[in-house]
């Protein structure tokens, strides 16, 4: 199951504090974003699996900070009606060790945002 | 409607945010095989070209590999029929009209020739005569088991025109599989099947559409050759000719 669900409108800009801390304890920030294995990584895919790279799709941003456990993403666009998974792993300062958590995004136009 | 929808219509009766999607998706899954479950509709229809090969009768369907069908979804055998090695002409074979054991009586096991008879026995489809002495051009026309769309925003023939069949199917398995709630599960299994004892609900909707495809799209597989012919014409146009 998903750590996180939330839901976003297509043109709005969303948001998600992942706090790493219960994750990652016993460090005291996450490393710096990148693409490779000594960095924090976030990466996305659609309820197929897979991700288009087209102007409408979701698009991700991760930001992290040396002295803080909580990886700051924001995601953009997004189709209506589609499902994001939203993977975003984080490596501790310290110890670099990886923790990952998945964050469920579901971009909804007419779906009221309040959850049941 | 597409995917997408029924999963949020789904979803709208557990909870948006706690019912894990893994669970949604298995729901969504065992909802449509309870829906194919009840009879073999028309989405399902698939056909599979193969060659037979001399000397070989017996092909596995659900398994790859030389010699075998590989169709890992069969449900059901519509029709066979054969042609000779890149032949452009089709004939009709036999299927499924006696049992195995009745076959096995019928055929030589060396027996040579073109398919006559052809069954399905357990996953395999065993071919009569045993041993055919040429590669014949076999279409093999069965139902298979279908899944859903991968994508939210796709759709298909059930999802399209009978979505609700499939949103009652998965919220009967999940009523009783992540509830515990059989009371509940029953309540969506009358509006997907109707009461006990009786066709109703969507199901009964998508068998009244399967059959109106069906009997326009049934092949009569009549010999159109020698003294078995059939007269299409009226008999007054017919004897115009004599």
């Given at each position: 199951m998903a750590d996180q669900v939330e839901y976003k409108h297509p043109d709005a800009n969303l948001v998600i504090s992942a706090d790493f801390t219960n994750k990652l304890p016993s460090d005291s920030g996450l490393k710096a974003?990148?693409?490779?294995?000594?960095h924090s990584t976030i990466s996305v895919s659609d309820s197929a699996g897979t991700l288009s790279t087209g102007a409408t799709e979701i698009s991700v941003t991760g930001v992290t900070a040396t002295n803080s456990m909580v990886m700051t993403i924001t995601a953009v666009n997004g189709l209506d009606g589609q499902d994001y998974l939203i993977q975003s792993q984080a490596r501790g300062n310290t110890s670099t060790a990886p923790a990952v958590k998945l964050i469920e995004v579901r971009v909804r136009e007419n779906l009221g945002i309040g959850a049941m | 409607m597409n995917l997408g929808d029924v999963k949020d219509i789904v979803r709208e009766h557990f909870s948006?945010?706690?019912?894990?999607t893994v669970m949604l998706d298995f729901a969504l899954a065992e909802g449509r095989r309870i829906v194919e479950s009840h009879a073999n509709f028309w989405w399902m229809r698939d056909e599979k070209d193969f060659s037979l090969t001399i000397g070989t009768g017996s092909y596995g369907i659900t398994t790859s590999g030389t010699?075998?069908?590989?169709?890992?979804?069969?449900k059901d055998a519509r029709a066979f029929h054969w042609a000779q090695p890149s032949g452009v002409r089709f004939e009709p074979t036999e299927l499924g009209t006696i049992t195995k054991e009745e076959a096995d009586l019928l055929y030589d096991s060396d027996d040579e020739g073109n398919p006559e008879l052809v069954l399905v026995e357990n996953d395999d489809l065993i071919i009569?005569?045993?041993?055919?002495?040429k590669a014949y051009d076999c279409r093999f026309y069965i139902f298979n088991w279908t899944d859903n769309p991968a994508d939210n925003l796709s759709t298909d023939a059930l999802i399209s025109h009978f979505p609700m069949a499939l949103a009652y199917a998965a919220l009967v398995w999940g009523y009783e599989q992540?509830?515990?709630d059989f009371n509940g599960a029953s309540y969506w299994r009358v509006l997907l099947?109707?009461?006990?004892g009786r066709l109703g609900g969507e199901i009964a909707k998508l068998k009244r559409a399967n059959f109106k495809r069906d009997t326009q799209e049934?092949?009569?597989?009549?010999?159109?050759?020698?003294?078995t012919i059939r007269a299409n014409r009226r008999l007054d146009n017919m004897q115009i000719y004599r």
């Open positions: 974003m990148g693409t490779t294995a000594t | 948006r945010t706690a019912f894990p010699g075998n069908l590989n169709l890992p979804n069969f009569y005569p045993a041993n055919p002495d992540q509830l515990k099947q109707g009461p006990p049934k092949i009569s597989l009549v010999p159109l050759l020698g003294s």
